[in-house]
């Protein structure tokens, strides 16, 4: 199973540059994630999806965009990079059963290295 | 209100050391889920262990042993004979359902734990 998939690993970006990290996981979880994580931080939610064509905001939405056209996917933009848009972007989801531990397990995609310059 | 305390911002011991890396919460749901993942240098979130709100047995994998007290909130990780191997950011997190009916994850902010040889 690939589980989540987070591209690109690696990317620089200069400023008022848009890009899109892709996420796609095969596991068929409903809840999907989109965190941050900035050096020597801890994780910040940026957006967050409970189905296909549902997306709402987390902490630190503000720069951001999401989509949920498919169960499977959940991409982010960044749309006109500025350098505190550097940081570390993992992606994750949940089966999204609230009555069970294993629909409450959060997967995470091997993050993307995202520098603004 | 959901709270994830991780105190312990950083920790060294010495190799072969016992080490216990703390984790208190805060819920108002009856009904929870508690995570600790693991985040080596190379920068991907490992799933450790996962515990529901029910159930207080403790656990033991190992080094690692995982304590669970519902009186103090707590949910605190033990590494037994630490190794160099062990040196990374621990996150504990605590899923639960928000006032919609959606789970919502919080993490702390983590604890960095060096093991030096």
């Known amino acids: 199973n690939a589980g989540v998939t987070q591209t690109p690993k690696f990317r620089i970006l200069k400023i008022g540059q848009s890009m899109t990290l892709q996420c796609t996981q095969d596991?068929?979880?409903?809840?999907m994630y989109w965190y941050r994580q900035d050096p020597g931080m801890g994780l910040k939610l940026i957006y967050y999806?409970?189905?296909?064509?549902?997306?709402d905001k987390g902490e630190v939405p503000n720069g951001y965009n999401v989509s949920r056209s498919t169960t499977e996917d959940f991409p982010l933009r960044l749309e006109l990079a500025a350098p505190s848009q550097t940081s570390v972007y993992f992606c994750?989801?949940?089966?999204?059963?609230?009555?069970?531990?294993?629909?409450?397990?959060?997967?995470f995609g091997e993050g993307s290295w995202l520098t603004v310059v | 209100a959901q709270k994830v305390t991780q105190a312990q911002t950083e920790i060294s011991v010495v190799e072969k050391e016992d080490v216990t890396l703390d984790c208190v919460y805060e819920?108002?749901?009856?009904?929870?889920?508690l995570f600790w993942y693991k985040q080596p240098p190379s920068g991907e979130l490992v799933f450790l262990i996962r515990?529901?709100?029910?159930?207080?047995q403790n656990e033991i994998s190992g080094r690692y042993s995982w304590n669970f007290q519902k009186s103090t909130s707590s949910f605190n990780f033990t590494i037994t004979a630490s190794q160099v191997v062990d040196s990374a950011v621990y996150f504990c997190?605590?899923?639960?359902?928000?006032?919609?009916?959606?789970?919502?994850?919080?993490f702390g902010t983590g604890t960095k734990l060096q093991v030096i040889p």
């Open positions: 994750a989801s949940t089966p999204g059963d609230r009555g069970s531990l294993e629909g409450n397990t959060i997967y």
């Open positions: 596991m068929n979880h409903n809840y």
């Open positions: 999806s409970v189905g296909a064509g549902i997306t």
């Open positions: 819920t108002r749901d009856t009904t929870y889920y």
């Open positions: 515990r529901n709100s029910f159930d207080e």
């Open positions: 997190a605590l899923s639960e359902a928000d006032s919609g009916g959606y789970q919502k994850v919080t």
